[in-house]
Each structure stands twice: as C-alpha cells, then as structure tokens.
C-alpha cells in the first residue's frame, strides 16, 4: 500500500510540475517568441546535474549494459551490446518524441498539449496491457473513465 501512495503521489507531482512548465513555457514564448529548439535545449541541458544525485545507479547500470551479449542480428553477430543497441534506439526515438512535443508547444496551448500527451501515456499504457498481457485492474479501470471524461470535457468545451 505504502507504494501505491508513493507512486500516486509522484505521479500526482510530476502532473503539476509538468503543468507548471507548460505555463512556464507559454510566457517564454509571448515574451521571447516560440523558439521550440531553443526551449528544448535549455529544459534538458538545465536539467544535467540532476543526474549527479542518479551516479551511483548510473555507473551500475553502464556496467550491466556493458556485459549484456553482444547484438545478434540472423547468424551476425554485430560489434555492439544487446544494451547498448536498445539504449540507443530509446535516445533516437525519445528525441523524436519530444521534439514533436516542442514542435507542438509553439503551435498551440499548454493545455492542449498536455492533454495530448495525456492520451498518448495512456494509450500507451492500454498497449501495454494487450502486448504483456497484464492484468487491468479497478484502478486502471477508473483511470480509464477519467482519462476519457476530462478528454470529452476538453474536445466539448474547447
């Protein structure tokens, strides 16, 4: 239980500071003008020396990625680590991610794309669930009624 109240409590946090970035990013645009590239910059270069407080979890995870086997393609076995091939196609498709997420903050409001964004995890998640096979339980089942009332809400009112 103790979990779930962390989980839902970080979750709930990350929910608000991402709206408060949103807002953030609304006033930079009307005072400086959408730049998409430069915000995107800034937020994640800004962010670098939070990963000093993650080090330690880092350098254990830069370990296992480097005894992971080696990427085996048919019969090829290619010059990579199986860790190292997957990080990297994570990077190339984050950056495309959240690339088009700037694209679209300089093209309409903080709200629409946070719902956006919103209907993306979710799906995601609703993905997850038919691909893995794991269980969807009452909680996902009211999470699933909110997601798409306040989407009904949005798309009637705006």
């Given at each position: 239980?103790?979990?779930?109240?962390?989980?839902?409590?970080?979750?709930?946090?990350?929910?608000?500071?991402?709206?408060y970035?949103g807002i953030?990013?609304?006033d930079i645009y009307?005072?400086?003008?959408?730049?998409n590239?430069?915000a995107m910059?800034?937020?994640?270069?800004?962010?670098l020396?939070?990963?000093?407080f993650?080090?330690?979890?880092?350098?254990?995870?830069?370990g296992?990625a480097?005894?992971?086997?080696?990427?085996?393609?048919?019969?090829?076995?290619?010059?990579?680590?199986e860790?190292?091939?997957?990080?990297l196609?994570?990077?190339i498709?984050?950056?495309i991610c959240?690339?088009?997420?700037y694209?679209?903050?300089?093209?309409?409001s903080?709200?629409?794309?946070?719902m956006?964004?919103?209907l993306?995890?979710?799906?995601?998640?609703?993905?997850s669930?038919?691909?893995?096979?794991n269980?969807?339980?009452?909680?996902?089942?009211?999470?699933?009624v909110f997601?798409?009332?306040?989407?009904?809400?949005?798309?009637?009112?705006?």
């Open positions: 239980m103790g979990f779930l109240i962390r989980g839902v409590t970080l979750l709930t946090v990350a929910l608000f500071l991402s709206a970035l953030l990013q609304e009307a005072k400086y003008g959408r730049r590239d430069e910059f800034f937020v994640h270069f800004l962010s020396p939070a990963f000093a993650l080090a330690r979890g880092l350098e254990e995870s830069i296992r480097n005894l992971s086997p080696y990427l085996k393609i048919t019969e090829n076995i290619l010059p990579i680590r860790a190292w091939a997957a990080i196609l994570i990077c498709l984050q950056y959240v690339n088009n997420v694209r679209l903050t300089a093209v309409t903080s709200l629409s794309v946070t956006v964004i919103s993306r995890k979710f799906l995601s998640l609703f993905i669930f038919i691909v893995f096979g269980p969807f339980n009452v909680f996902h089942i009211c999470g699933t997601v798409f009332i306040g989407s009904m809400i949005y798309s009637r009112v705006f």
